[in-house]
């Protein structure tokens, strides 16, 4: 199994920075994208950015140019830096990540989310 762990959510003060960070761990053979989730309550989840396993990033268009993603594929782990944050980024940040277990299989797995609060 694969377990994620999302760490570096708060609460900030709007103009402020966060930096989150996710680390993945378990039966794993590699990791494909990885990504950045966000829900608030009564709305769908929804993509903030992604990674590919060579770099190639993808964004909301309502965080490019305030928000940055990264990967350390040594460690398992995806980075979310946060800048010039808004009172509208207040969500449930999630993790997610495309695995290739061990065994050939792929999955997709997401942690258990990290509340990020902006406070106008």
């Known amino acids: 199994q694969v377990r994620l762990v999302e760490s570096g959510g708060g609460l900030v003060q709007a103009g402020g920075s966060l930096r989150l960070s996710c680390v993945a761990s378990g039966s794993i053979f590699s990791i494909n994208a990885m990504g950045w989730y966000r829900q608030t309550p009564g709305k769908q989840r929804e993509l903030v950015a992604t990674?590919?396993?060579?770099?190639?990033?993808n964004y909301a268009d309502s965080v490019k140019g305030r928000f940055t993603i990264s990967r350390d594929n040594a460690k398992n782990t995806v980075y979310l830096q946060m800048n010039s944050l808004k009172s509208e980024d207040t969500a449930v940040y999630y993790c997610n990540a495309g695995v290739r277990l061990i065994t050939g299989w792929d999955h997709d797995y997401w942690g258990q989310g990290t509340q990020v609060t902006v406070s106008s």
């Open positions: 990674i590919t396993s060579s770099g190639s990033t």
